[in-house]
């Protein structure tokens, strides 16, 4: 178990430009889920997937955002032309299937995005 | 719509005593699980302990312990012989007990452990 990881760990990027995140679950979890956390508040939840399957949207994520996971392994989060209100840590996290130790989700050490 | 609230921002404890930290929940779920995350300076969120709505008895996880009261939608942290590594922020978290597994976050309170 390496545990979830997330790359980069800093991104700087400037207004307007688009940025890419990638997550790396656990590698027996089928869940991931994406998160944004800014500074003195609880995780947001951003998206969930099954397996490849994006199965749950939450309405902070604009059409801005997108997420994929093509092969139901890795998953990448990307922000189309950045606003400064998108600058937060974006967390990763994954768990098994339900049922399978009720697992709670493991999470990555986050993306912390800075839009100038 | 599940909501979690922690009603105590920051809080302090000195090293080696006993504090407990707040958190209420509103659910119209029967079946649902609870947690308490800690996401020390490094960010990474790890879990503390977790609570089965259904179970009664309280769970506890060596110096960490909740107090579940179903009835009030609330679940309390207590952390006994607090050491400094515990110093971190510390999330309540709701799950439903069906379809996915996501978690909904209060918003935290940060714990600082005194030398």
């Known amino acids: 178990d390496t545990g979830v990881s997330q790359n980069p760990r800093h991104k700087i990027t400037k207004r307007g430009q688009n940025v890419t995140f990638r997550c790396d679950p656990i590698s027996e979890h089928n869940r991931l889920y994406w998160y944004r956390q800014t500074l003195g508040q609880g995780p947001e939840f951003l998206t969930y997937?099954?397996?490849?399957?994006?199965?749950?949207k939450s309405r902070l994520l604009s059409d801005r955002f997108s997420a994929e996971r093509p092969k139901g392994s890795f998953s990448t989060l990307e922000i189309q032309r950045t606003e400064q209100g998108d600058s937060a840590m974006y967390l990763c996290a994954s768990s098994p299937r339900r049922g399978v130790d009720n697992s709670p989700l493991h999470f990555g050490n986050g993306t912390r995005l800075t839009v100038t | 719509a599940q909501t979690v609230t922690q009603s105590q921002p920051e809080m302090s404890v000195q090293e080696a005593e006993t504090v407990t930290l707040s958190c209420t929940y509103d659910t119209s779920e029967s079946n649902y699980y609870l947690f308490w995350y800690k996401q020390p300076p490094s960010r990474q969120m790890i879990l503390v302990i977790r609570?089965?709505?259904?179970?009664?008895q309280n769970a506890t996880e060596n110096r960490f312990s909740v107090n579940f009261q179903k009835a009030a939608k609330s679940f309390s942290l207590k952390i006994s012989d607090s050491q400094l590594g515990d110093t971190a922020m510390y999330f309540c978290a709701f799950m439903r007990g069906t379809g996915a597994n996501n978690l909904f976050f209060g918003t935290g309170t940060r714990l600082t452990v005194i030398p």
């Open positions: 609570q089965e709505a259904y179970k009664q």
């Open positions: 997937f099954q397996n490849e399957a994006q199965l749950e």
